[in-house]
């Protein structure tokens, strides 16, 4: 998966929504038959939480996919919103700190 510059991708919540809905499911019945409290699945379905490897272990067995999908999905999610909301600051603020040591280091070699 690559992670978007630009906007934020979907939340995992989403993709787990639409599993739900498509398969005719309720998002307390899933709970019950992965054996997790509803309110964490409502909550990620929420985009209120995310997936942790525990979810994601239960929902890729249960939906017959790998963990590492949840979890993926997870990781871009977050990358992309932090490339949204503060990817440029941070960037500046790694060039900044780069420029100054490679002048200091060029100051150091005269």
Same mark, same amino acid.
Do not use: C
């Given at each position: 998966?690559?992670?978007?510059?630009?906007?934020?991708?979907?939340?995992?919540?989403? +993709?787990?929504?639409?599993?739900?809905? /498509?398969?005719?499911?309720?998002?307390?019945?899933?709970?019950?038959?992965?054996? !997790?409290?509803?309110?964490?699945?409502? #909550?990620?379905?929420?985009?209120? &939480?995310?997936?942790?490897?525990?979810?994601?272990?239960? !929902?890729?067995? @249960? %939906?017959?996919?790998?963990?590492? %999908?949840?979890?993926?999905?997870?990781?871009? @999610?977050? +990358?992309?919103? /932090?490339?949204?909301?503060?990817? /440029? #600051?941070?960037?500046?603020?790694?060039? &900044?700190?780069? =420029?100054? =040591?490679?002048?200091?280091?060029?100051?150091?070699?005269?």
């Amino acid at each position: 998966m690559t992670v978007p510059t630009n906007r934020i991708a979907t939340h995992p919540g989403v +993709l787990l929504l639409e599993q739900i809905q /498509e398969m005719g499911l309720t998002v307390s019945g899933l709970a019950r038959d992965i054996d !997790l409290p509803a309110t964490r699945l409502h #909550e990620i379905v929420h985009e209120r &939480r995310g997936v942790s490897a525990e979810t994601a272990i239960a !929902l890729g067995e @249960y %939906f017959d996919q790998t963990p590492e %999908f949840w979890m993926n999905a997870q990781k871009v @999610y977050e +990358l992309s919103r /932090e490339q949204v909301m503060n990817g /440029e #600051e941070i960037r500046s603020r790694v060039r &900044r700190h780069a =420029r100054d =040591r490679i002048e200091e280091s060029k100051t150091a070699r005269v």
